[in-house]
């Protein structure tokens, strides 16, 4: 009988000498270690985030010297007297508060019947055309999109001009606090419909049609069946919203015109415009702190919701 002979491919023989490289430098009893390999990343950039932490700390506790624009050497804690105390920066403070609860309120009943109609719609076009409509605003920059409503709320913009033809005089629409708002709450809401559709569509359409069956009207329907297995998605969407509202700093900038500034506005002044540091740290190190603080007490009383990451309701 006639053999014939295989020959042994070269690209084999390559990945042969290669798995032998990988496992005389990686040997089996290492790969218990594999998990906390694809941690190090990770670990990596907390790591530099808490140096950063520290660094801030650090400069919060020096105060400039008004002579020679430098930081004092000695530590001090008047940066945090001047910002706690000065009714400027508690104007701010309590305007970016504010603001932000505002914004995620408002944001949330806008996005929960856009991501409602989303994910039970029966349309393959209606739902085509939804996604593309929350996913074209991430193609456009933040500050496009904040020029763009200069340009249409503008003195001289699209709006004004309309009601110019109907005889209405010119409204002031830009730099004020209700424009403000709108920026965010116009910037917030694709964010607030991404964490929403995932939570509405965990919900069961059975639920709902057992609950009609059982008489219950649309209305009790969505308060008592849609809107609590809905809640872990409204939780995690209102803390992304208020964390972002509350550190913006594009749209209050330009939408506000400089009179309307939250505290990332007040921190870049801080940094940039009178150059002083250690204010400024002490501001951000406040503006960590004020966060932290809200979504401690929004954890406390409605738990994490989706950003549970799977865990046990509450």
């Known amino acids: 009988m006639r053999t014939y002979r295989v020959a042994y491919p070269l690209t084999w023989r390559a990945m042969d000498v290669l798995e032998a490289f990988v496992a005389f430098v990686w040997p089996p009893s290492f790969r218990a270690a594999v998990p906390y390999l694809f941690l190090l990343p990770a670990l990596i950039l907390v790591g530099l985030l808490v140096l950063g932490l520290i660094q801030i700390a650090d400069t919060s506790m020096r105060v400039l010297d008004r002579d020679t624009f430098l930081l004092s050497d000695a ?62 605003p991430f193609f456009i920059g933040q500050v496009v999109r904040a020029y763009g409503w200069l340009i249409i709320l503008g003195n001289q913009g699209i709006v004004n001009d309309i009601l110019g033809h109907a005889g ?4 002031r629409l830009l730099y004020n606090y209700p424009a403000v708002l709108f920026g965010l709450v116009q910037y917030m809401l694709p964010f607030a419909v991404l964490m929403l559709a995932p939570a509405l569509t965990a919900i069961p359409e059975e639920l709902e049609a057992a609950a009609g069956s059982l008489g219950a009207s649309w209305l009790k329907t969505f308060r008592h069946v849609v ?22 700093f594009a749209i209050p900038a330009m939408l506000g015109g400089g009179s ?20 400024g740290a002490t501001l951000s190190l406040l503006l960590v702190a004020v966060g932290s603080l809200l979504v401690g007490v929004v954890f406390t009383a409605f738990g994490a919701g989706t950003l549970a990451m799977g865990g046990r309701r509450k």
């Open 75 to 136: 530590y001090s804690l008047d940066n945090y007297r001047r910002a706690l105390t000065e009714p400027f920066f508690a104007t701010i403070a309590g305007r970016s508060i504010i603001g932000s609860l505002i914004v995620t309120v408002i944001t949330l009943v806008f996005a929960f019947p856009y991501a409602y109609l989303m994910v039970r719609t029966s349309s393959s076009a209606l739902r085509k055309f939804l996604l593309v409509a929350l996913f074209l």
């Open 168 to 171: 209405i005089p010119t409204l």
């Open 227 to 248: 809107l609590p297995l809905a809640r872990p998605g409204l939780v995690g969407a209102g803390l992304v919203v208020m964390t972002l509202s509350l550190t913006d």
């Open 260 to 279: 309307q500034d939250f505290i990332a506005n007040a921190i870049y002044d801080q940094f940039f415009r009178t150059s002083d540091q250690g204010l």
